[in-house]
C-alpha cells in the first residue's frame, strides 16, 4: 500500500490545527503507519530541503520549519501521495481551492500549515529521514474493506 510523508508546520501546531488537519486525512480514510511530535535540527531542515538551498526563500523556510515542534506522520492509503498534496492544496494558500487545509486555514506562502511528499521517490526519502522502521507500524483497520 503507497505511503506518504505529511507533516503540520510549526504554525499548524502553534495555532491549534494539528487535530483538525489530521482527522481530514483521517476522515479520507487514509491510516496513520506513524507519527510523533519532534522539533526538526538545522541538519535534518538541510536534508529534507535540499531540494531548495540556494533559493531566495531557503534561509527563512529553514528558519520557520525549526522554530518549534512540528508533527510527522506517515500516512498510508490508496494513491495517498497525490491524495495527500491535493487536500494540502496549491503551495500559495492565496492560489488554493477552498477545502483545502491551505484554502481553508492558510495566509500566506512561507506559513502554509502542512508539508506532503511530491513523489514516490520524495516519500521514500522523507519517511526514512523521519522515521526508523520499528516507528512504522503495519495494521489494518476493520473498516478499510468499505473505502
Ligand atoms: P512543502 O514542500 O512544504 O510541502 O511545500 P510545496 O511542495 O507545496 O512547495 P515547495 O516548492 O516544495 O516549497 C517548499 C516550501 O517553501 C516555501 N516557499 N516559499 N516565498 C516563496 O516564493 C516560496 N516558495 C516556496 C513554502 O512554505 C513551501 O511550502
Ligand atoms: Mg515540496
Not at 24 to 49: D, N, P, Q, S, V
Not at 97 to 126: Q, W, Y
Amino acid at each position: 500500500m503507497e505511503q506518504t510523508f505529511v507533516m503540520v508546520k510549526p504554525d499548524g501546531v502553534q495555532r491549534g490545527l494539528t487535530g483538525e488537519i489530521l482527522t481530514r486525512f483521517e476522515k479520507k480514510g487514509f491510516t496513520i503507519a506513524a507519527a510523533k511530535m519532534m522539533m526538526i535540527t538545522e541538519e535534518l531542515a538541510g536534508t529534507h530541503y535540499g531540494e531548495h538551498k540556494g533559493k531566495p526563500f531557503y534561509e527563512g523556510l529553514v528558519d520557520f520549519i525549526t522554530s518549534g515542534p512540528v508533527f510527522a506522520v506517515v500516512l498510508e492509503g490508496e494513491n495517498c501521495i497525490s491524495e495527500a498534496r491535493k487536500m494540502m492544496g496549491k503551495t500559495n494558500p492565496a492560489e488554493a481551492s477552498p477545502g483545502t487545509i491551505r484554502g481553508d486555514f492558510g495566509l500566506s506562502v512561507s506559513k502554509n500549515l502542512v508539508h506532503g511528499s511530491d513523489s514516490a521517490e520524495s516519500a521514500e526519502r522523507e519517511i526514512s529521514l523521519f522515521f526508523n522502521d520499528a516507528e512504522i507500524l503495519n495494521y489494518s483497520k476493520t473498516v478499510s474493506k468499505w473505502v
